[in-house]
T-cell receptor, first 111, second 117 residues
Framework: GNSVTQMEGPVTLSEEAFLTINCTYTATGYPSLFWYVQYPGEGLQLLLKATKADDKGSNKGFEATYRKETTSFHLEKGSVQVSDSAVYFCALGSGGQNFVFGPGTRLSVLP | SQTIHQWPATLVQPVGSPLSLECTVEGTSNPNLYWYRQAAGRGLQLLFYSVGIGQISSEVPQNLSASRPQDRQFILSSKKLLLSDSGFYLC????????????????FGPGTRLTVL
């Protein structure tokens, strides 16, 4: 079945550092890929998504490119802020099968 | 615009007591609806999903059940709670599509934190 693997962290960075959170997937067919963010005590918010190979999703300075050849959807941000501290989930949606989430990566950004 | 509500926001219940969590969606019709559980420090586990009134699919066998009495209402229930039922329960919705409903973006509610003592 479909699966998502992501680095679990925690990841601790200083403000303005470069962020990469790796995400790889296994899926049949042509899945859509998502990054969600969860701030403390809240539900998940969609951060960005990509629906086909080579698509780049972007939002709030975050980017991720759908790489079919490496089955990856790594999340990047050039300069993180304290307010980016949260848990980030990579997810996959593929027709006829469950929406699958990775285990989440906790990011802490220090001032 | 669409909004999704969950209540209560927090709940503390004794073992063996019943449970009813409610989720409602506004601003859309015939949504697909989902219940997830997030145990402490862990990822999300899909519990139930529904593509229409009275249509419930269960992903994980357990002492929980779900119902969809109205188009935009989704209820999670239990007759007798277990300690292991503690967690953060999230409701989500996505746009209806005859096929491929798990590909559409899912939008999440604020969650209910359940503690079973």
């Amino acid at each position: 079945g479909n699966s998502v693997t992501q680095m679990e962290g925690p990841v601790t960075l200083s403000e303005e550092a470069f962020l990469t959170i790796n995400c790889t997937y296994t899926a049949t067919g042509y899945p859509s890929l998502f990054w969600y963010v969860q701030y403390p005590g809240e539900g998940l918010q969609l951060l960005l998504k990509a629906t086909k190979a080579d698509d780049k999703g972007s939002n709030k300075g975050f980017e991720a490119t759908y790489r079919k050849e490496t089955t990856s959807f790594h999340l990047e941000k050039g300069s993180v802020q304290v307010s980016d501290s949260a848990v980030y989930f990579c997810a996959l949606g593929s027709g006829g099968q469950n929406f699958v989430f990775g285990p989440g990566t906790r990011l802490s950004v220090l001032p | 615009s669409q909004t999704i509500h969950q209540w209560p926001a927090t709940l503390v219940q004794p073992v063996g007591s019943p449970l009813s969590l409610e989720c409602t969606v506004e601003g859309t019709s015939n949504p697909n609806l989902y219940w997830y559980r997030q145990a402490a420090g862990r990822g999300l586990q899909l519990l139930f999903y529904s593509v229409g009134i009275g249509q419930i699919s269960s992903e994980v066998p357990q002492n929980l059940s779900a119902s969809r009495p109205q188009d935009r209402q989704f209820i999670l229930s239990s007759k007798k709670l277990l300690l292991s039922d503690s967690g953060f329960y999230l409701c989500a919705w996505s746009k209806s599509r005859v096929t491929d409903h798990f590909t559409d973006t899912q939008y999440f509610g604020p969650g209910t934190r359940l503690t079973v003592l």
